[in-house]
């Protein structure tokens, strides 16, 4: 059975530092898709970054970064020059062959004024 | 920029009663799934409904729970008899097709309290 383990119930990141997010997944698949989602205190699911399992390269948005290591089944993400507006929840996603997202635990996110 | 539109945003229903959430997709978007959220946990996969049609129900209880998408109109999830574990968010997406590779964009939830 595929699975996402977000092993981080709770990070904190000092304002403009770096912090990393951590994703595990287990699939039989090759081909798959996996995403980053933050939801804030609104709850409303944003889509920060996706990643398709083909592309060997690591996917970017601005200040959002992935390490996908596919061998490893490791998805983690990297926010850099952390602002309080990222302080929120983050959930890592799978999603292969069918429509339905798999998604993990989730991380909160402190940032640290 | 209608994205996915979900009402109401909160609903407090009392044990035994029932409760509908609403759900319009994106314009033009005749897929849609709805995810239930409960505290401290991830969105599970519930539904998958085209219109008039529901494609997969296996995340979905067996029993007092619906869900719908007629050809007009926004999608209804039902809940009949509410219980206290009914308590979570439930959320709506809606793609454009069913494919894997379509994304599916998220509505803000409906929190609900059973109480």
Redesign the interface.
Known sequence: AQT?TQSQPEMSVQEAETVTLSCTYDTSESDY?LFW?KQPP????I?VI?Q?AYKQQNATENRFSVNFQKAAKSFSLKISDSQLGDAAMY?C?Y????????????TRLKVLA | NAGVMQNPRHLVRRRGQEARLRCSPVKGHSHVYWYRQLPEEGLKFMVYLQKENIIDESGMPKERFSAEFPKEGPSILRIQQVVRGDSAAYFCASSLSGIVYNEQFFGPGTRLTVL
């Open positions: 996402v898709y989602y609104s709850r409303q699911m889509l996706r398709e959930f996603a999603k292969a062959g069918t429509y339905k997202y798999i998604f993990g635990t989730g």
